[in-house]
């Protein structure tokens, strides 16, 4: 059974401040891939990382995929309060995810 | 504005009883995925239709059940709900085999069950 275990469960940063966010397995992904979450809401899609030491940006959201496919970070710089919300890594089979245990994100101002 | 839309949004049953979620996905989306997302927790996968057909099930029993339509909308059913069946409930759309990866989720049904 493929897992996939993140860390930490819970952050609580003021606006500014950097943070990282890991995503770990024992198991080979072939791509992962990094939601976030926000209450009353599903999951929306923020990047898909498929090689091996691929890095991936997206304004100030930095992805980095492990060099053997089996873990993943999540590097946000000078967070904002709008970046609150749940972060969860994916990974699997097409719509087949197993979901990482989330990690969730509070930005205050 | 995924274009996939669920519902009902909330609602609450007593154990025992059964339940119908629905889903309506893009048009084209020719496979759907429903997951189950307990309080505080990464959503867990329940099962994928692909044109009809289930096409994988996770670590659920027999009772969750699902159909997929021809016009893109799906339904996951719960026979005979247990209290531990209260969760967010997710449905997911996409297209296989079309260009890139990318899947859909609606907003979820909430499910209560007292």
């Known amino acids: 059974t493929q897992l996939l275990e993140q860390s930490p469960q819970f952050l609580s940063i003021q606006e500014g401040e950097n943070l990282t966010v890991y995503c770990n397995s024992s198991s080979v992904f072939s791509s992962l891939q990094w939601y976030r979450q926000e209450p009353g809401e599903g999951p929306v899609l923020l990047v898909t990382?498929?090689?091996?030491?691929e890095v991936k940006k997206l304004k100030r959201l930095t992805f980095q995929f492990g060099d053997a496919r089996k873990d993943s970070s999540l590097h946000i710089t000078a967070a904002q309060p709008g970046d609150t919300g749940l972060y969860l890594c994916?990974?699997?089979?097409?719509?087949?995810?197993?979901f990482g245990t989330g990690t969730r994100l509070l930005v205050s101002p | 504005e995924t274009g996939v839309t669920q519902s009902p949004t909330h609602l609450i049953k007593t154990r025992g009883q059964q339940v119908t979620l629905r889903c309506s996905s893009q048009?084209?989306?020719?496979?759907v995925s429903w997951y189950q997302q307990a309080l505080g927790q990464g959503p867990q996968f329940i099962f994928q239709?692909?044109?009809?057909?289930?096409?994988g099930r996770g670590n659920f029993p027999p009772r969750f059940s699902g159909l997929q339509f021809p016009n893109y909308s799906s339904e996951l059913n719960v026979n005979a709900l247990e209290l531990d069946d209260s969760a967010l409930y997710l449905c997911a759309s996409g297209r296989q085999g079309g260009k890139g990866d990318t899947i859909y989720f609606g907003e979820g049904s909430w499910l209560t069950v007292v």
């Open positions: 994916a990974g699997g089979g097409f719509q087949k995810l197993v």
């Open positions: 239709y692909y044109r009809e057909e289930e096409n």
């Open positions: 990382v498929v090689t091996g030491g």
């Open positions: 048009s084209g989306h020719n496979t």
